[in-house]
């Protein structure tokens, strides 16, 4: 098992940033593919970004790609998302997953991830 606690979301205005970070707990985090994905109101949750277990790759969904960074640090167990030039539709629940292999094809399913957090909650004003 992967215990996984997101934080670092809250409100921001439209322009601004905010770093989310996932803490993993439980099995050896380095072996493990990480990634983040949102959930709006009443919409699906979507692939946000991916990065594989020892950060030499990375994956980005189009509508986020130049604004926003993930990382990790396997010495802390941790992964990031910072996250730039906010606008109000990305305002979402933000979710932290794990799996132990990420796919060059499949790395923005859901249903490929067995692991994830609770989620933190976006909020982007005008």
């Known amino acids: 098992q992967v215990q996984l606690v997101e934080s670092g979301g809250g409100l921001v205005q439209a322009g601004g940033s905010l770093r989310l970070s996932c803490a993993a707990s439980g099995r050896t985090f380095s072996n493990y593919g990480m990634a983040w994905f949102r959930q709006a109101p009443g919409k699906e949750r979507d692939f946000v970004a991916a990065?594989?277990?020892?950060?030499?790759?990375?994956y980005y969904a189009d509508s986020v790609k130049g604004r926003f960074t993930i990382s990790r640090d396997n010495a802390k167990n941790t992964v990031y998302l910072q996250m730039n030039s906010l606008k109000p539709e990305d305002t979402a629940i933000y979710y932290c997953?794990?799996?132990?292999?990420?796919?060059?094809?499949?790395?923005?399913?859901?249903?490929?991830?067995?692991?994830w957090g609770q989620g933190t909650q976006v909020t982007v004003s005008l």
């Open positions: 997953a794990a799996d132990r292999r990420i796919s060059g094809s499949r790395y923005y399913i859901p249903n490929e991830y067995d692991y």
């Open positions: 990065i594989t277990w020892n950060g030499g790759v990375t």
